[in-house]
């Protein structure tokens, strides 16, 4: 029966991180393979490709075991939700229309099963460092987004790999840094304040793993990654689990 809900971020597709990225591809396969007969809802929460640059007419080489196996599913009836990470905001309508996904480019409140979620992938939230935002804002610039997509892919994708291997939050993977200094806690924390009756935050984007309780009937999820945990979180209704898959 389907009546699972499911939550997986930062693979990273495409990363040097990654001894085989080829190899990481087929096992996230196998992952959902595995999880397609119980899964009512797949969410995927960002940076599942290291570096993702969608052209009008034309979209980057490679993935083609994943993208294959996200359209037979959303073929097969099941929802899958994909967030864009701070690796892969460069996307318009392909993965919705190609792969039936539904996008989020957004921090996103709902309710399943009775419980409120407020999922996000995490980049940028409660983090208030102004070097950040300042490249975020760039990053999300409309404007910058046009004058990047008139040069030819042969000069901007080996400089986007070269800066996505050297911003790699793997690179060195800063451990769980503590309630009170983990921004996107902080942010939870804050969040409550305005909508108290959220059960779940779940994030992608530290690469690691936290289920942590910040009040009653709230937790902060923190998802893991793709790269070394192989890692994903289950919620059957009632409560969330992380697990890992070997
Ligand atoms: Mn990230």
Redesign the pocket.
């Known amino acids: 029966m389907r009546d699972k809900i499911y939550f997986l ?2 693979a ?1 597709l495409g990363s040097k991180s990654h001894g085989d990225s080829i190899e990481t591809e087929r096992k996230l396969c196998r992952w959902l393979d595995s999880v397609r007969d119980d899964a009512a809802v797949i969410f995927l929460m ?2 599942i490709f290291d570096y993702w640059y969608e052209y009008r007419y034309v979209v980057p080489k490679g993935f083609t075991r994943l993208l294959g196996k996200l359209g037979e599913m959303t073929d097969s009836g099941i929802e899958i939700h994909f967030f864009t ?3 892969d905001l460069w996307l318009t309508d392909y993965l919705s229309k190609e792969c039936g996904l539904i996008l989020h480019l957004e921090p996103y409140i709902t309710e399943l099963k009775g419980k409120k979620f407020f999922l996000a ?3 940028g939230l409660g983090d208030d460092s102004r070097s950040f935002h300042l490249l975020r804002k760039l990053f999300h610039s409309k404007f910058l987004q046009k004058c990047f997509s008139g040069i030819h892919p042969r000069w901007t994708i080996p400089l986007a790999h070269t800066w996505s291997n050297s911003s790699r ?1 793997s690179g060195g993977v800063v451990p769980y840094l503590g309630e009170d200094r983990e921004h996107l806690v902080r942010f939870a924390k804050n969040k409550l304040k305005v909508i108290p009756d959220i059960n779940y935050f779940i994030f ?4 690691v793993l936290l289920n942590l309780p910040i009040a009653e009937q709230s937790r902060v999820i923190m998802l893991g990654d793709w790269i070394t945990l192989f890692s994903y979180a289950e919620f059957d209704g009632e409560g969330v689990e992380l697990k890992q898959f070997l």
Do not use: F, L, Q
């Open positions: 971020a930062d990273h960002g940076d990470g701070n690796h992938h995490g980049d939050e992608g984007h530290r690469h």
